[in-house]
């Protein structure tokens, strides 16, 4: 079927594919409008279509990323279907710049599927985190930890199934469900508010859960406008700010010379970034951001991969408790 609409051939590939995530979840691009050529179009106000060389588009959208010129970004739309854990659909909501339809507890019966984490992934609290792990496995504690909730998701599921066997409104039998069971939605948010929501959840400092979401839908987003997606990645994924005081630092080490950079003898101490107004924490994020270089993801999907819908329908339907099933 011919449209005269814009698409890309890579996102074309997996539209409509579904890409497991977690026990139980996915990720599918349900649909998307506009490229990276209406990033172009939107900034230029052009009719034009296929006069621009690549290298002139690449350029633009490059300044627009780097300028933080964000409104033709708004142009571009992806709409998404996910299954997740609510604790992550929680987190997930809090970007506020989106639509979403969430899978209705009040009018369906609830797949009762659980989100249970894997051993790597059951972790202390950090120490220096009070809302992150602290990275070393608790493998000694996840076998009795796997038990002890799967007692209680049994016991939760079984009042589920009773109050909606003896015909208790759905709108209250749901009220008990745990955090970790799976809910579902369609969620469509444009290419500008996209890429906050990333910055923010593909970061290594995000939880676990909603991170490995988030690399799958960086994964469709570069198939859908992979010139923005790249500027993405070098200004923002793999880029860093600085604030005044850190680029007065970084003036005392490197001047502008003949149109290159030279280093100036000497170093700038910790005493001397808190006299340029850096409070302690703030020195050790600078350090952190010029000693370490942020993971090289290429962020890659394999469409291989991917279920047709029909997969994760049948798990869901095989969830739904066998009462009312009219």
């Known amino acids: 079927m011919e449209t005269r609409r814009p698409t890309n051939p890579a996102a074309e590939e997996i539209l409509g594919l579904y890409f497991p995530v977690l026990d139980h979840g996915f990720v599918a691009l349900v649909d998307y409008m506009g490229s990276d050529e209406d990033v172009e179009r939107a900034a230029r106000v052009s009719y034009g279509y296929g006069t621009r060389r690549t290298s002139e588009t690449r350029g633009l959208i490059r300044y627009l990323r780097r300028h933080r010129h964000t409104t033709p970004s708004e142009m571009v739309e992806l709409k998404f279907h996910c299954a997740m854990p609510i604790f992550v659909a929680r987190q997930w909501i809090r970007h ?11 009018y369906s019966l609830i797949p009762l599927l659980f989100y249970e984490p894997e051993p790597a992934a ?23 930890a796997v038990a002890r909730a799967e007692a209680v998701r049994r016991l939760a599921a079984e009042q589920y199934e009773w109050l909606v ?14 955090l970790s069971t799976y809910t579902q939605w369609y969620w469509k ?46 200004y923002e994924f793999r880029g860093a700010h600085l604030s005044r005081g850190e680029l007065e630092a970084m003036r005392r080490l490197v001047r502008v010379d003949d149109g290159g950079l ?16 850096l409070a302690k924490r703030e020195i050790d994020e600078l350090l952190a951001k010029l000693a370490t270089s942020p993971a090289d993801e290429d962020f890659d999907l394999d469409p ?5 819908a029909e997969h994760f329908a049948r798990e869901m339907e095989a969830a739904v408790p066998r009462v009312d099933r009219r």
């Not at 985190?129 to 009795?144: M, S």
């Not at 799958?216 to 570069?222: E, F, T, Y």
């Not at 030279?262 to 001397?272: D, F, I, K, L």
């Not at 291989?304 to 047709?308: K, L």
């Open 262 to 277: 030279e280093a100036r003898p000497g170093r700038v101490s910790r005493e001397e970034l808190a006299r340029l107004g």
């Open 96 to 106: 506020r710049s989106a639509s979403a339809n969430e899978y209705s507890g009040r």
């Open 304 to 308: 291989s991969a991917a279920r047709p």
């Open 189 to 234: 948010i444009d290419l500008h508010n996209l890429f906050h929501f990333l910055t923010v959840r593909v970061d290594p400092h995000a939880q676990h859960e909603i991170r490995v979401f988030a690399r799958v839908i960086a994964g469709m987003l570069k198939r859908v406008a992979p010139l923005s997606f790249e500027a993405w990645l070098d």
């Open 122 to 144: 059951f972790q202390a609290q950090a120490a220096s985190n009070r809302q992150g792990r602290g990275g070393a496995p608790l493998r000694e504690l996840h076998a009795d």
């Open 165 to 178: 066997g003896h015909d208790v409104a759905r709108e209250l039998a749901r009220i008990d469900l745990p």
